[in-house]
């Protein structure tokens, strides 16, 4: 009695072991798949084509088997050589197929079944998917707009896909843990001699059931935030904008260099306003393509130890000229020991040259002094400014994508209102706090407090939810 | 050579190239520009686009690196895609990557570095 519980336990443990592997192969088949066929998406290479066709045998074969599995009159032939193309061990094929017939609905393995069954769907798509590209490489060039439809795809299936693969095997180490405590409850009922046994065979089961795959993943994960972001309108119109300024600021650069130009004083300064406007428009284009990455989560940020003084510095050096045309004093105060900060070299210079230049941009006379420092909390950045100040009512608001803060003399304000927002988004993103101290006539304090972060080379930061 | 299929960008830039005192030929697409590389071409640098019809520029920068003859040509990445979005090909001998709407100043120093002084100055390389 007890030796046939024992039995059944480590049989049933076996075969949950069985399905564990099995799906992992799935799963390796099916990853592999979908980037191959990326990678055909993006090569129109016939090696990636044909890599594609042999990894999605894999899942196929497992499909077919399934099928064959599931009918009352069951060839077994035509289940093993199912079992066979998903790449199953020939010893595993008499569990599969033993789970599969005493278990399908028992509730565990009834739920793992459906899981599989859905992406047999997926599997489906990601076949036609695969054939249609196919079809479109051999009729002629891929256009850019076909190529993201094909990532696209392949990036959603992927992403359905990977969601049931995680619920599958949840699914089989809920199975192994109820096997493990019923076993152990049936077992210890009868007879403390084969506990032993059972827990041994049960635990076994457990740890095989966690698993990753993250590389893949995270190369069509690139993929899909790199299509999302021109997917939205936002993205597009603000992409499409940059072939007409390009050509403009070159012809712009023809205009200013070209001696034979002979340009008069009148045209050369009309000239200089050109190329100020059409900085301004890369400027704008720049903030709204980048406020699309981040908000469809493709900010990829590069951590590395910086002097903090010393970036300020530099930057505050690009901007004086800017605040010199105004008449505007720009200092800065950095303590001589002040400690360096990890953070991403570039973001933390946007943020600097964000809030300086937003400074510049709303103060007529007087300074804008930056100040470093570090406590607690992390590194503080203050940027302080002589100008109107902001309203308390104003402080929330001016925070948000395309809000605008109307100048005290009533002036319209340049740019499309979605430089606070980026600050905001950006510090977000490095665990920092940004704080406004600001009152009408008194000026305004913006600050940026960042924390120590821990120092990796790549760090992907998690989406903002607003 | 500028390999890129927007005639606007591809006029421009080479009309600049030509401005600062280089020689500049224009392709619109991968196809056309080894057309002309067949030819005998051999420019002493290429700045190609990514996003092409008929031949993109992943693809043509494998079919140059595949090309005994070609692979040594310095070839700069022209594109408004940077890397963070989309991997850029990595070519043999790479001059760099040029960000649309690109500066001035990192089209004068790569084709410095690459081309030499403008001509008139020093002898042909």
Redesign the interface.
């Known amino acids: 009695m007890v030796v046939g519980v024992a039995g059944i336990a480590l049989r049933t443990a076996s075969g949950i072991r069985a399905y564990v592997g099995g799906e992992g192969l799935w799963s390796k088949g099916e990853k592999d798949a979908a980037y191959a066929l990326a990678s055909y998406a ?3 290479s016939p090696s990636d084509y044909s890599q594609f066709l042999e990894s999605l045998s894999v899942p196929l074969g497992d499909h077919a088997g399934r099928l064959e599995l599931e009918r009352r009159d069951m060839r077994r032939e035509v289940v093993v050589d199912g079992l066979r193309r998903g790449h199953n061990h020939p010893d595993d094929f008499q569990d599969l197929i033993w789970m599969f017939r005493t278990f399908r609905h028992v509730s565990y393995m009834e739920r793992a079944i459906s899981i599989w069954e859905e992406g047999d769907v997926w599997i489906e798509r990601l076949g036609a998917a695969g054939a249609e590209l196919d079809a479109e490489v051999r009729a002629g ?1 891929l ?2 707009a076909r190529r993201l439809h094909y990532l696209r795809r392949i990036s959603e299936i992927n992403r359905h896909v990977t969601r049931l693969e995680d619920e599958f095997s949840s699914t089989l180490g809920e199975a192994a843990r109820w096997i493990r405590s019923t076993s152990i409850a049936a077992v210890l009922a009868l007879s403390a001699g084969l506990l032993a046994v059972a827990i041994w065979a049960a635990f076994g089961i457990s740890g095989l059931v966690e698993k990753s795959d993250a590389s893949v993943r995270e190369a069509l994960e ?2 899909e ?2 299509s999302r ?1 021109k997917s939205t309108f936002l993205g597009l119109v603000s ?1 499409e904008f ?6 403009l ?3 712009i ?2 205009l200013r ?2 001696p034979r130009s002979q340009l008069g004083p009148r045209q050369a300064e009309i000239l200089e306003r050109m190329v100020d406007s059409s900085h301004r428009l ?1 400027e704008m284009i720049d903030s709204l393509l980048q406020y699309v ?1 981040i908000e469809s989560g ?1 900010l ?1 940020l590069s951590l590395e130890s910086i002097d903090p003084s010393g970036v300020v510095a530099e930057t505050l050096e690009e901007m004086r000229l800017l605040a010199q045309r105004k008449g505007l004093v720009l200092a800065l105060h950095a303590p001589p020991e002040l400690p360096e900060l990890v953070t991403d070299r570039s973001l933390f210079r946007f943020l600097v040259t964000n809030l300086v230049g937003n400074a510049i941009k709303f103060t007529q006379e007087g300074s804008i002094d930056v100040t470093l420092a570090h406590e607690a909390a992390g590194h503080r950045i203050l940027v302080k400014d002589t100008g109107p100040g902001i309203a308390p009512h104003d402080h929330e608001r001016i925070f948000r994508a395309f809000e605008q803060l109307e100048s005290v003399q009533g002036r319209q304000a340049h740019g499309i209102g979605l430089g606070l927002a980026l600050v905001k988004q950006i510090t977000d993103a490095l665990h920092g706090r940004v704080e406004l101290a600001s009152a009408p006539g008194a000026g305004s304090a913006f600050a940026v407090v960042l924390p120590p972060l821990p120092e990796q080379s790549l760090m992907i930061a998690s989406q903002s939810h607003e | 050579m500028v390999v890129d299929d927007e005639a606007e960008v591809r006029e421009a830039l080479k009309g600049l190239v030509e401005d600062l005192g280089y020689d500049a030929v224009g392709a619109e697409n991968g196809e056309k520009a080894l057309e002309q590389l067949r030819d005998g071409l051999r420019p002493e640098l290429m700045l190609i686009d990514l996003a092409m019809p008929v031949m993109n520029g992943w693809e043509l920068v494998l079919e140059l690196s595949a090309a005994p003859g070609l692979r040594e040509i310095p070839v700069a990445i022209l594109t408004a895609f940077d890397q963070s979005r989309v991997e850029h090909p990595r070519p043999l001998k790479s001059a760099g990557t040029l960000l649309k709407p690109c500066r001035k100043t990192d089209i004068t120093s790569i084709l410095e570095r690459f081309c030499g002084p403008p001509n008139g100055s020093a002898p042909p390389r």
């Open positions: 993006v090569t129109g060039p256009l850019e690139r993929e935030a790199a972001t992409h940059r072939t007409p300024l390009t050509a600021q070159l012809q650069e023809r260099i070209d890369a990455r493709g990829q």
